[in-house]
């Protein structure tokens, strides 16, 4: 059994805004064991994004509350970390992609320099000029290597400066500018771009939305995460060129098998890349277990009408269902489950009680994860039409 | 997409090349505001002076309004600026005071950038806290202060407790070496003369600190908008999740962002600045065209009309270039400005 790369218990985040106090995130909890992709599917507004950057606690705080929970992050609860020692979890540990390309890149640097900065700070990272978390190994090896992750209370609590200066000078000495190009370069072909020597000096608005997103993924691969959170990447690209970036990161996340929290909106999207899947409604996680056991018998009935509104090419005669009602409000949610008002299989108890909010113990990489629903009548939910 | 050298040629000469009609606009609105009366105003231009001087004067006048815009134009393009009302000509006087009012704006400038911008960075990143709030009250102490009182402030009350001079360019007269520039620190270096660098350095700082108080509002306002505008996109987290520390991601990433539309200030704060010399320079006695300004327009006695014109045109000049400056520095700020 491996320690997991991240667990997250019972987080909870508010937005707290003059319009009210906004639940985006309510007491989710899940695991991402090393080299597994975990998906979240979810309306539009139900907390995704919340969910993603709370986890390097990305979020502006205010109007972000962490109210409760714990974000643990190889060892270490990120939630008590202080700002100032973020920036050692962010980069060699956690990496993002952003869902939106035309502005994830900084438009004033050219392409060469802020993905040259990435792999800078990882190089001064390897070579203990920096504080970090202890580089992980290089993202095609994942799978291959054991993982030997340190405690990262160990290493926040590192020096800034380890070893003495004359090592720190031979370590710097070693890496030369062309190192770094050529690093970049890689990076860029490893993305599928087949002449990055060209666009190493362009400017980001210089580039399509597609080949943006594509040096986001090289950027934040470059730094060789432990986790990668890709919050919905294909969402904001034209559907042809979404299905090529998709297309890419299915490649990616097979060749580099690394740990992943893959973010969408589309459960086909996230069926295809994922191995365990969670499903979030209303700022909770109704649902969470391996993708094919979700997709063959969803035991919440919200995750039931998702999977009925996917257009199937077999069924194209099928009219498309969709789901009553709307997505509460995230400052008034209803009483008992969020579910109820839209939910077919609701009782009494579901408009008092909410269902408790399911717990993911343990998994592993070798068994299959354990399936959950926060439904007070899960075991009806697979009767239903 | 144009973006090498020879373009950016091209684009400060186009922007150069705007600034002309601008300025002949600007000289042209001076003239008719200062020439075109119903009623003969040489009696009041000249009240002490001869016969002669004045049957000269009213000879100009009794033109046409464009032979005698004609008349003033190619003289001003020829360097003749007028005379003041004892005889001294104008022009020689204004090259020699320029210099030392460019060196006091540039100095306030200075101040304002490495403190104004800054500030505007610390107000935006704890909006709406207490540090927020503080900057907010310093910048608009700044702002509502009017420029004598501030001035007068600082030169009675504050010089002496921080111990720096509170009038003109050095503690001697007539420095040991040859005012090249006529800017005192620049002068001073150039003559590698050390405590004399220093003697100006602290004589500048009273008036340039008080100029650089009173707009500093300007640029940090605008920076604190700016940046508040920047700090929520994408690429700001995309930084912080290289692992980049929060004072490179925002001064760094957000910042250079930021200052794109920060540039605009410029030209509006340079006119703040030059008519703010006005002031500054009488009461700190600095030898530039603020202060003759001040005397021309009767501070000291007789009014020197002619000198009046002298430093408004000057003025104006001002803050025309700054604007070409700001423009030029915007379109070199943002690389998704073309130059061509
Ligand atoms: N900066 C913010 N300030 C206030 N409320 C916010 C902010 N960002 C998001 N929210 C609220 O949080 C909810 C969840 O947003 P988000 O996490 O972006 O959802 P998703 O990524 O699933 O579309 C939204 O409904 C919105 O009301
Ligand atoms: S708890 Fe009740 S309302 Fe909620 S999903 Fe289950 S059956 Fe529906
Ligand atoms: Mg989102």
Redesign the pocket.
Known sequence: MTTPVLSVENLSVD?E?GAGV?H?VSDISLVIPPGRVVGIV??????????AQAIPRLL?EP??RIRSGKVIFQGTDLVPVPKAKLPMVRGTGIGMIFQEPLNSLNPAFRIYDQIAEAVQMRHWREDGILPSFHPGPAPFDYSRRPITMPSTADVLSRPVMPGTAKDVMAARRVRTRTDLRDEVLDYLRLVRINDPETILSLYPHELSGGMRQRIMIAMALSAKPALLIA??PTSALDVTIQAQVLTLMKELIDEVSASILYIS?DLGVVAETADDLGV?YAGRLVEFGPVAEIFQTPRHPYTKSLLRSIPTRYKSDWPMPTIPGSVPN?SQLPAGCRFHPRCSLARPVCTQEPPPALRVIETTVGATTSHHAACHYAEEVPGLP | MGRNLEDLLIFIGKRFLQLLPVLFGIILLMFLVTHVFPLNPCPRWYPKASQQVLANCEAQFSQPVLTQFWTYFTKLLAGNWGASQFGQPVYPVITERFPATLELVLASMFLMIFIGIPLGVIGAQYAGRWADHLVRVLYLSGWSIPTYVGAIVAAVFLAPVVGLPAGHEYSTTSPPFAQVTHMSVVDAILAGNFPYTVDALEHLILPAGVLAFIEMGNATRMTRSAMLEVM?LEYVKSARMKGLSNFIVMYKHALRNALITATTVLGVTAGGLLAGTVVIEEVFSWPGIGAYAFAALGGGGEPNFDGAIAVVIVFALGVVIANLIADILYGVLDPRVDWR
């Open positions: 937005y805004v906004f985006a979810g309306e539009t507004g139900c907390g995704k994004s919340t969910l502006p109007p972000a919050d919905e909106h979030m995230l | 929520p």
